[in-house]
């Protein structure tokens, strides 16, 4: 027959709380027998980082819109980068291109704040 987990008393003060866990393991308040080992996906980074090197006026010029559209300067960097990759895929419809629909293709919110 299996041990029931002990119950974890109930606290008049922080302190009292605090000494109580300074002598007791937590192990003692479940049961452990009935854990099971899940499955851990093996993730992968979504981002990658990259150094491109610009002229010091275009990052200027870039830091100068992004303040406008009150977002970051490498945020927009990067819809400009899928927008323009979409361009050239041709998956942006004309009205894309003018800035009307833009959609999120890329995975970027931006794209809707920066219509």
């Known amino acids: 027959m299996k041990k029931m987990p002990n119950q974890v008393p109930e606290f008049k003060t922080e302190d009292e709380e605090r000494y109580f866990w ?8 479940f049961d452990t027998g009935s854990i ?18 610009v002229s010091a006026d275009m990052l200027a010029e870039l830091k100068t819109l992004a303040n406008k559209k009150d977002v970051l300067y490498q945020s927009l960097a990067k ?37």
């Open 79 to 115: 819809v400009y980068l899928a927008r323009q990759i979409a361009i050239e895929r041709g998956s942006l419809s004309r009205s894309a291109r003018k800035g009307k629909d833009l959609g999120t293709k890329y995975g970027q919110k931006e794209y809707l704040r920066l219509r």
């Open 36 to 53: 099971r080992r899940g499955p851990i996906p093996k993730l992968k980074p979504s981002l990658k980082s990259i150094s491109i090197r």
């Open 22 to 29: 300074a002598t007791h393991s937590p192990l003692d308040f």
